[in-house]
């Protein structure tokens, strides 16, 4: 999946419940999303419960800011991670540094579209 899909009404849910504390928060997740996604990739082959547990919550912290696409990477990395089939997570996660950039650059441009 090299396209990136920002799903707007998660991010106008999460700007109607954080208020003015969204767009801080937003730039936040995004930080977030490039440690998060550097943790997968670096604990990837080496340490299966990290590889796990920063998928996990990447693709958890994409998903409730909009970053659909993100997710699903995410998810699939961790699924695959799951099920013992680390050759398909090693396929999935090439796509983590191009879906990360694009969806902070599609999160960022959607805020200042605001």
């Known amino acids: 999946m090299n ?3 920002i799903d707007e009404s998660a991010l106008e849910s999460m700007e109607s419940l954080l208020g003015e504390q969204f767009s801080d928060t937003l730039v936040f997740c995004c930080a977030e999303f490039e440690r998060l996604a550097a ?6 082959g080496q340490d299966l419960e990290a590889s796990i547990r920063h998928a996990h919550s990447l693709k958890s912290n ?5 970053a659909t696409s993100l997710s699903d990477v995410a998810r699939e990395i961790e699924h695959s991670l799951n099920n013992g089939e680390q050759a ?6 090439k796509q983590l540094e191009q879906q990360v950039s694009g ?6 441009n959607w805020l200042a579209s605001r």
């Open 103 to 108: 969806s902070k650059e599609a999160l960022t």
């Open 62 to 66: 994409a998903s409730q800011f909009g």
């Open 88 to 93: 398909k997570a090693i396929e999935a996660s």
């Open 3 to 5: 396209t990136v899909v």
């Open 39 to 44: 943790e997968t990739l670096n604990t990837l």
